[in-house]
């Protein structure tokens, strides 16, 4: 559904924003260990994150990233998700097709519309604080 690039950003992020939520910055080795992401693609999306003002990112001996604790609140899943594919995961053919729409529909055009709206749905409802929250109660995990 997504690319590899959001999956590894979207554990990330929800990683951070734990650590964030127990004050605590988080370097990008500290990441890769909990997420099973490689280093440099991480570094390379953490980066985009930073860029789009979702993430903080502080140098130095007490550097490493975090988030705003007043915005996590309303950082939803879609800002993230956006970032880092745009917009793909709404548009496009699943099945790859250059053309593909209500009036060239390919096979799976109109039932991919509904799955599509509810992802859009989802991404737009979940916060980011939610799922720290999650992950920091045991109810979720981000590695397996």
């Known amino acids: 559904m997504f690319s590899k690039a959001c999956e590894y950003g979207i554990k990330a992020m929800i990683y951070i924003a734990a650590q964030t939520l127990e004050k605590k ?8 260990r909990q997420t099973g992401s490689p280093e440099a693609f991480t570094g390379k999306i953490l980066g985009a994150l930073t860029k789009h003002g979702i993430l903080l990112s502080h140098t130095g001996p007490n550097g490493g990233f975090e988030i705003d604790p007043a915005k996590m609140h ?11 594919d745009g917009s793909s995961s709404y548009e496009g ?3 790859g097709l250059s ?4 009036l060239h ?8 519309i509904k799955i599509r709206n509810q992802l859009r749905q ?5 916060t980011l ?6 992950q920091l109660s045991g109810k979720f995990t981000l590695i397996r």
């Open 74 to 84: 309303t950082i939803k899943l879609s800002e993230i998700v956006l970032a880092i």
């Open 129 to 134: 604080y939610e799922l720290a929250t999650g």
């Open 25 to 32: 910055r988080v370097k990008i080795p500290d990441i890769v």
């Open 93 to 95: 053919c699943v099945l």
């Open 99 to 102: 053309e593909c729409s209500q």
């Open 105 to 112: 529909p390919c096979p799976v055009h109109d039932k991919m």
């Open 122 to 126: 989802t991404l737009e409802t979940t």
